[in-house]
Each structure stands twice: as C-alpha cells, then as structure tokens.
C-alpha cells in the first residue's frame, strides 16, 4: 500500500515495517546515547529500596532478565517494571518534539522482547529510531491540545513508539505492525492527575507492558481497526484538546533521511525533575555564573512558562519528594541554593524538603502564563523567562529556548554524559558499564549478551 494514499494507521505500521534501516551515522549515534542513558536510568530507579514493591507482585514469574536485578520475570512484567523504573527519579530524556518521553516505554518493551531472539545491538538501535520516528509524528499530529487537555503522552503516546519499535524488532508484516499499533490504542491513557504520585512514572511501565501485549497479540492474529488513529471515535478524536489533531502531517522519512531522533529536540536530560522547570532552572544557574549576588539578596523570583508547563506543575508547595518533582517553586528555589549546575535526586528527598531556608526562598517563586502562549505549537517552542529581582534594586532576567541536554543546541559535553551515566549505574558490579557499553559499541553484539551482564544483584543489597 502506498503511504502517500494511507490513513494514519496504516501508513505508520507499513513505514514500520518497510522502512530500509539506512540510518544516517547521526541517528545511530543519538540512538546509542539514548539506550544507554535510558539502561541507566532503569538502574538508579531500580536500585532504589522504595521501587522493590514494582518488581514484587511478577518476580520470578517468567524467564525475562530485567536491568539492576538477577530476578526475572515475564516479557510483558519485566516490560512494566524497568519502564516504571526508568522513569522514577525524571532522569530519562525528553524529546520536545514529540512533548513526551520518548525511550522510557520504548527501550525497556525491546529489552523485555529481544531476549532469546539472537537481537543485536543493531538491532535494538534500529528498533528503538523507529519507535522515537512514530512517537514523534503522533506526538506532532495530536499537538499541544493533547497534552494540555491533561493527558500524559509519555503513556498515551509513547504506547505507540513502543509498539512500533517492538514489531519492528519481531519483524512483523505491514499488515501486523498495523494491527499492533491498533491494538495499542486501546490501551493508551496516562491522566496527568497522577503526577506527583508513583502512579507518574507507572505509566511508562504501562506504555512498555502494554507494547509487548500489542505486539503479540497481533502475531497471534486478534484483528483491530486499521483506521483507529483519525477515524470518527478513534484515538484522535476522544483524546484531541481544544485544537484536533491534523493527520495530514505525517511526513515519514525516506531512506537515508534524517529522522527525529536527532533532528527536532532530543534531550538528555541533566537534571532529576519534571522537564517543564529546566529551562527556568538552565537560566537560574547561567544568572548565577553571570552576575555576582548572594541568594540572601533574593526578594522575588518570576518564571513565565508556557500552557503545558502549568498543566504538569503542580504542586507551589510541595510535601513529598514526587510533588517536589512537579514544582517550579521548589525546583527554582533548590537552583539558586545548590552549590552545582544540576538538580539531583538528592534535591527531591524527605530531608531536601525539610530545609527550611529552601522553604522559604521557594515562596518567592511564581509561575506565570506566557502572554503570547497560544502561538505556541510542537514544532514553534517559545522561551521560557526568569527574572529575579534583589534587596538592592537591581533585577536580572534570562530567556531559555532549550534546556542543557537538548542535542545539537544545548547538549550535554561527552564528560558530563558519562558522569551522569557512571552516577545512575553507580550501584552496579564493577565492569558492567564497560561490558554493556562494549557490546553496544559492537553492530553484531548479542542483545542476550547485554541483558546477561545488566541482571545483576545492586552493591549493598545481597
């Protein structure tokens, strides 16, 4: 079938399974940073004592090897427990393009489903561009409405990418890659009521669970509509905000084209909270480096922000580390009193939140609506701005596009990527970052090898 003269399901789940994987040397190299970073972000979240209760319920209830833990479980389970942990702690990227994150339901679904395949990292890098290229183009075509309407796209978009690099994975027909994002459909949801709470980062574990159970089911054969995504009562339709959804967008790249993965907004993100506070935060720490007050000077900190960042934050006065994660207040507040340019999960603790002076700096933080943020679109960010305002009189103000991590604007230096990664794996066995970081490096490395040296029992907790 043509893809020019396809719905949007259908030209998605035919491109998935009929693009060529000539990938241009940018893409693999994203890709590669983007599965590794998102492998160790399943590991901090998953070294946590807190996050067992996630792996409890399915531990040994199937052969699948899950990252940071010699416990397995089923494909579908060990899907749900490392994308849940990987978005734990905040640390996994975003991707602005598509308003979500776009790996952490999708590389945990192709390392539940590559076992026992004889994948390789190819493979797995192959897969995992074609899942961000399927987020991405949904996440475009549904729009900010989308997301401003309350839901989280991490889940009810990052489903899709998830089922698309996983049938691509299998090898699944045109007709079944189709049938599998269809299937996804009716599993898609994620309400950002949740955020603040666990149940935040459980709908990335949903996407990835919900991607495997897509995946099979259309290899078995159980049909769904193959027009799902723009018909009448289809996805689009019921989960469009104030502006629908326009399909004719979809623009799937050719062979040998660059694609989203390294062209609209990949970001690796630097610091552990809601990614709708970095660019105020980015632009706190340059004020900080640029000009010379103390935080004592500090009489009123104004952020403004766009539609989407006032739906995800929350909580002004936090009272649990999640909260904490989901607040511009304290996100601000902990930027100006760090003694470093990062937000760490350090900063979004029960002890963090009992600093008093952070407390009180934070009531000086407000968030105001952008004048011009209905002009705001996917692929038309507006800056955000911080102005903070001193005992002296002076005030000092940043814009901030793109937050440190962005790819090709703001990225992240080779050091700093490597420091984030060694502190994320820092309770693993030594050697396994090299071992896992060789046999990725490696086009032909075994999948199975991977996953081997990943499983592993935490330092400190045998």
């Known amino acids: 079938m043509s893809q020019k003269n396809a719905g949007a399901t259908e030209a998605l789940g035919h491109w998935v399974a009929s693009t060529s994987g000539q990938w241009r040397p940018g893409d693999l190299v994203a890709a590669g940073q983007l599965l590794i970073d998102t492998i160790a972000c399943i590991a901090s979240g998953g070294s946590l004592r807190q996050t067992a209760k996630v792996l409890k319920p399915y531990q040994g209830r199937g052969p699948a090897r899950i990252v940071g833990t010699p416990h397995t479980a089923s494909n579908e389970a060990a899907a749900l427990v490392m994308g849940t942990w990987g978005h734990w702690e905040e640390l996994d990227e975003m991707h602005y393009g598509a308003g979500l994150h776009a790996a952490v339901g999708t590389v945990p679904a192709l390392l539940a489903i590559c076992q026992g395949r004889n994948a390789t990292s190819r493979d797995l890098l192959d897969a995992l561009i074609v899942g961000v290229e399927v987020n991405t183009q949904i996440g475009i075509a549904m729009g900010l409405a989308h997301v401003n309407k309350g839901w989280h796209s991490t889940e009810s978009i990052g489903i899709f990418g998830a089922t698309a690099a996983c049938a691509r994975l299998l090898r699944l027909s045109p007709e079944a890659c ?115 007050f103390s935080v004592d000077m500090v009489t009123r900190v104004e952020t403004f922000v766009g ?104 990225a992240l230096t080779h050091e700093e990527l490597n420091s984030k990664i060694m502190s994320c794996m820092a309770l693993a066995p030594d050697g396994t970052l090299a071992a896992a970081k060789a046999i990725l490096a490696n086009p032909n490395g075994s999948a199975d090898e991977l996953m081997a040296a990943l499983s592993y029992e935490p330092k400190g907790r045998a």
């Open 178 to 292: 189709v049938n599998a994002l269809a299937l996804a459909a009716s599993m898609a949801a994620g309400p950002k009521g949740q955020f603040g709470t666990e149940a935040k980062p459980f709908h990335a574990g949903v996407a990835a669970q919900g991607a495997v159970n897509a995946v099979y089911l259309a290899q078995a054969g159980l049909q769904a509509s193959s027009t799902i995504l723009e018909k009448k009562d289809g996805f689009g339709e019921l989960y469009g905000g104030a502006q629908p959804p326009d399909w004719t967008i979809i623009d799937l790249p050719a062979d040998g084209a660059s694609t989203a993965i390294s062209g609209s907004g990949l970001a690796i993100k630097w610091h552990a909270n809601c990614g709708s506070t970095h660019r105020a935060v980015d632009a706190v720490h340059d004020l900080l480096l640029e000009h010379d």
């Open 307 to 410: 539609m989407t960042n006032t739906v995800n934050l929350k909580y002004p006065d936090p009272n649990t580390p999640k909260e904490a994660q989901f607040s511009m207040n304290w996100a601000v507040a902990r930027a100006l009193r760090g003694s470093h340019q990062q937000l760490t999960p350090d900063d979004f603790t029960e002890q963090a939140l009992a600093d008093a002076p952070t407390r009180a700096l934070a009531r000086l933080v407000s968030m105001t609506l952008l004048e011009d943020w209905e002009a705001e679109r996917m692929t038309n960010r507006l800056a955000h701005k911080v102005v903070i305002h001193l005992t002296d009189g002076r005030s000092f103000a940043r814009d901030m596009l793109w937050p440190r991590g962005t790819l090709g604007l703001n």
